[in-house]
């Protein structure tokens, strides 16, 4: 039976290691030795997971890309996988004393930590996002947020708030931020987004009335858009994007 090849997931802040391959890009299968001495190490389903303090530089085989361009570059069970071992390092960066006795958190088992003190336990957390695509007719709302990084048009989002269900989220982020009332609302999937933890959850809807009343503490602008003057929207990454997608194929058929 073949050996199993370890990858070595490293990071440096948000970017990540990548191997030059005849191929293309890959996760290196043995520690990039330039990067020694480690500042932490995880063992993440059977990968290892590196964050180092000082990042590639000049190097012929390896190369430092952001988590998010790596998309690009690695298959998605790969991506995934980075994602992952990201999170779970963010998790373990921000975790090291005990936030009831401030004592020494250690390690219990591989996604848990124990205080040596006072034994509180504890796990990684997710920020919990809702999303969703509204549909009017032909045309679909697009907005741009004010923390966009760009100009692009995505969905209407948020977090969800303590004591309320996902569908209660949505609701209240569309009234929210746009004033609208929606209809038939219904699932679509789901997303990790380890920027830096968390997990985004998509949905449709239709409208159903109210005009638009943008939260401009939030939003800058927002609008109705047809498929053929859509305004620059989100990269494939996104469950955003595959919102869109998905609204775009239904609406040629």
């Known amino acids: 039976m073949p050996a199993t090849t370890t990858q070595y997931f490293v990071f440096c802040q948000s970017d990540l290691v990548l191997e030059r391959t005849q191929?293309?890009?890959a996760i290196p299968t043995e520690p990039p030795v330039e990067t020694k001495p480690w500042t932490t190490v995880m063992d993440v389903d059977g990968a290892?997971?590196?964050r180092?303090?000082?990042?590639?530089?000049?190097?012929?085989?390896?190369?430092?890309?952001?988590?998010?361009?790596?998309?690009y570059k690695l298959s998605e069970s790969d991506y995934l996988k980075a994602g992952k071992c990201q999170e779970l390092l963010y998790w373990d960066q921000n975790t090291k004393f005990c936030g009831v006795c401030g004592g020494q958190m250690r390690f219990d088992t591989a996604i848990?930590?124990?205080?040596?003190?006072?034994?509180?336990?504890?796990?990684?957390?997710?920020a919990i996002a809702i999303?969703?695509?509204?549909?009017?007719?032909?045309?679909?709302?697009?907005?741009?947020?004010?923390?966009?990084?760009?100009?692009?048009?995505?969905?209407?989002?948020?977090?969800?708030?303590?004591?309320?269900?996902?569908?209660?989220a949505v609701y209240r982020e569309v009234k929210e931020e746009t004033g609208l009332h929606i209809t038939n609302?219904?699932?679509?999937?789901?997303?990790?987004?380890?920027?830096?933890?968390?997990?985004?959850?998509?949905?449709?809807?239709?409208?159903?009335?109210?005009?638009i009343h943008l939260q401009r503490s939030e939003l800058s602008k927002g609008s109705w858009f047809d498929r053929y003057h859509l305004p620059h929207i989100p990269e494939k990454l996104s469950i955003a994007r595959q919102l869109i997608d998905h609204w775009l194929e239904e609406d040629s058929e």
């Open 185 to 211: 609302l219904r699932y679509f999937g789901s997303q990790p987004w380890p920027y830096p933890c968390g997990l985004m959850v998509g949905f449709t809807a239709d409208y159903d009335f109210g005009k």
């Open 23 to 25: 191929e293309g890009y």
């Open 131 to 168: 999303i969703v695509l509204i549909k009017k007719g032909n045309e679909v709302l697009l907005v741009n947020a004010k923390s966009f990084r760009d100009n692009h048009y995505g969905l209407v989002a948020g977090f969800v708030e303590t004591g309320e269900t996902l569908e209660e």
């Open 52 to 71: 180092i303090d000082t990042p590639l530089t000049d190097n012929e085989r390896f190369e430092m890309c952001p988590l998010r361009q790596s998309y």
């Open 112 to 126: 848990s930590k124990k205080c040596e003190h006072c034994g509180k336990e504890i796990w990684p957390s997710l």
């Open 48 to 50: 290892k997971a590196y």
